[in-house]
């Protein structure tokens, strides 16, 4: 069975994308993901939306499910991998506790596919009339009446608990169990009522990224507002870019703006803590590329966000021939970044350490497309709401190494959270 594939001209319709979401929405499992209009070598699509699952790949064993729907399949895969789903065994950590609901992975392949790029949007469909989908999207609202939220969310852990938790693993450095570990912590609130599309609007509306996604399974809502890309295949060709290393912004003065953006790239300890990310990813890719052909295309570069500055690194590779979708995914997850090195001890001390699951944080939302070339986020800089049990959290984290000093790790964190809280309360 083949899609139904058409173009329309959107000219005309300036608040397209809002429409394509609340179409999207109407249905219990979709995903958007959306540029917001960043320039990259490595972009080509601004806008990727799907919606209503027609086959859904889940559970133990999924992995390998992938890699046989593609033999006999030329089609879309949306879905998501959480921290915790272990590749290597393909099974779910039995402890694994987290209110928010997703399932530990989760692909579906989409009734309808929508592309937009430039003044066009490619409707892909199994059903009969494309027209009709067009017709129902632009007669959508284009925007809701602006919801005000007043949300306040509690910490999992107290600020002295995280100072004690640091000096705490700043010990396991000292004692070479570790070189770099990603510790994070949970915000929370219970008995919330929000409008996830509305929650989602206003956050990426105030912090637009390049990998931000609004990502529906059910009652479980992911609102991401990432500047992060995990992992994408473009043909034969593999890449990575992990973020480490952040500063504050100063929007209101352009040159003590471009002050933190140096002292950021000049910063020892974020190098530091940068490197061996990049290092990690190497060793990853080179599991599953051609000998001599990883490499560091950009090492400590400097982009800037509307909150942040952040340093990321860019690494590629050249895959070896066959190589199937569970393989890369077994070398490279979860993600350095959000874990550290070396990678196995630093995961054992985070399920020691941390208070929570992660579940969908940290973990990996994206596509396949008929061509088996895919895109995945990491899931940071975002919120997570249940709408079931009213359960709404955020995550943030930092990398600590030798250099770190707890407190400044603290801020660090709070940094992050700055675009969660501004919207949560408004």
């Known amino acids: 069975m083949n899609r139904n594939i058409s173009c329309y001209s959107i000219t005309g319709f300036p608040n397209i994308k809002q429409q394509i979401l609340n179409w999207v929405n109407q249905f219990s499992i979709c995903c958007f993901l959306d540029n917001h209009q960043y320039n990259s070598p490595n972009q080509n699509i601004e806008c990727l939306a799907a919606a209503k699952s027609i086959f ?61 790029n430039g003044d066009s949007l490619f409707i892909e469909t ?31 852990i107290s600020k002295e608990q995280y100072v004690l938790t640091i000096k705490q693993l700043l010990k396991h ?55 992060e890309r995990y992992l994408q295949r473009n043909g034969n060709q593999i890449i990575s870019q992990p973020i480490k290393g952040t500063a504050k912004r100063n929007t209101k003065d352009p040159l003590l703006d471009k002050a933190l953006k140096d002292q950021l790239y000049n910063s020892s300890k974020e190098r530091s803590e940068n490197v061996m990310v990049v290092d990690l990813v190497r060793n990853d890719l080179s599991k599953i590329c051609k000998e001599g052909t990883v490499e560091v295309e950009e ?59 992660r579940g969908i944080y940290s973990g990996a939302v994206g596509y396949i497309n008929p061509q088996q070339d895919f895109d995945f986020n990491v899931v940071i800089r975002s919120l997570l709401y249940n709408s079931s049990n009213k359960y709404l959290s955020y995550w943030v984290g930092s990398g600590i190494t030798g250099y770190s000093n707890p407190e400044e790790e603290y801020e660090e964190c709070i940094l992050k959270a700055a675009a969660m809280n501004t919207v949560l309360q408004n």
């Open 299 to 357: 090492l400590f570069g400097i982009y800037t966000f509307p909150q942040v500055h952040q340093m990321i690194s860019t690494i590629k590779g050249i895959l070896k021939d066959d190589t199937l979708f569970s393989e890369i995914i077994k070398a490279s997850f979860p993600m350095g970044s959000m874990t550290g090195a070396p990678k196995k001890r630093v995961m054992e001390l985070i399920q020691q350490y941390e208070t929570a699951s």
């Open 173 to 227: 450095i000292q004692r070479g169990d570790c070189y770099e570990i990603n510790f994070c912590q949970e915000f929370f609130a219970e008995n919330t009522i929000i409008n996830p599309i509305q929650l989602y609007t206003a956050l990426t509306t105030l912090s637009p990224n390049p990998f931000a996604c609004y990502y529906k399974q059910l009652d479980a809502h992911l609102l991401c507002a990432s500047p």
């Open 126 to 156: 199994f059903l009969q009339s494309n027209d009709s989908i067009f017709k129902e999207i632009t007669n959508t609202h284009e925007i809701e009446n602006e919801e005000k939220f007043n949300v306040k969310t509690n910490p999992s």
């Open 56 to 116: 859904t790949i889940s559970g133990d064993n999924a992995l390998n499910a992938i890699n046989t729907f593609y033999q006999t399949h030329t089609d879309w895969l949306f879905g998501h991998i959480n921290y915790e789903y272990n590749p290597t065994t393909q099974s779910t950590n039995k402890s694994f506790n987290n209110q928010i609901g997703f399932d530990q992975i989760n692909f579906f392949q989409p009734e309808t596919v929508l592309r937009l």
